[in-house]
């Protein structure tokens, strides 16, 4: 089994700034948690970030020829972006929707989600540790339902 693992715009800033909302973790450090979870697991996983939404459309197009599911974090087009949305369920892949803040306590215009009607499951809140989570259910669901997106 193959997890692609999406990070959307700014989070390759993670650990340099704003510690105080999503912890001192850098996202190498996400990506290298992600891994070991994965390890154990038995599953394969690879790691995908950019600042252009148009990248991140290419590559869920390009990479659900070889992976079997999405784990996202779509940062700020979480809350703009139909397009990812179209992306995601126009590869009829089942994907799990992750956030390092607790999305709901925030600002209002983070309480709504292009994505989270659509996808397997959300977590958030947890900081790094939502990805293991979402790994998790991501990994647990294609298990249960092999054939269903
Ligand atoms: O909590 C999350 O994971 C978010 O997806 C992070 C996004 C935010 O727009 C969403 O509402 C919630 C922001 C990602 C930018 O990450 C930064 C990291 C460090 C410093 C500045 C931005």
């Known amino acids: 089994m193959r997890i692609a693992v999406l990070h959307g715009p700014n989070l390759r800033l993670l650990g340099r700034r704003e510690p105080q909302v999503y912890g001192t973790d850098t996202l190498g450090d996400i990506d290298a948690r992600i891994g070991d979870e994965a390890a154990s697991l038995e599953v ?32 700020a087009l979480t ?10 369920l126009g590869v009829s892949l089942p994907f799990v929707e ?16 292009y994505l989270s009607d659509a996808a397997v499951g959300v977590v958030f ?10 790994l998790r259910g991501l990994v647990a669901h294609l298990r249960e339902h092999p054939d269903e997106p």
């Open 44 to 75: 394969e996983v690879e790691s995908f970030q950019s600042n252009h939404e148009g990248d991140l459309l290419d590559f869920i197009d390009e990479a659900s020829a070889r992976v079997d599911g999405f784990l996202v974090n779509p940062g």
């Open 98 to 113: 992750v956030h390092l803040s607790n999305t709901a306590a925030r600002e209002p215009f983070r309480h709504r989600s």
């Open 79 to 88: 809350h703009t972006s139909v397009a990812l949305r179209d992306a995601l």
């Open 125 to 134: 809140g947890f900081g790094a540790y939502s990805y293991l989570l979402g």
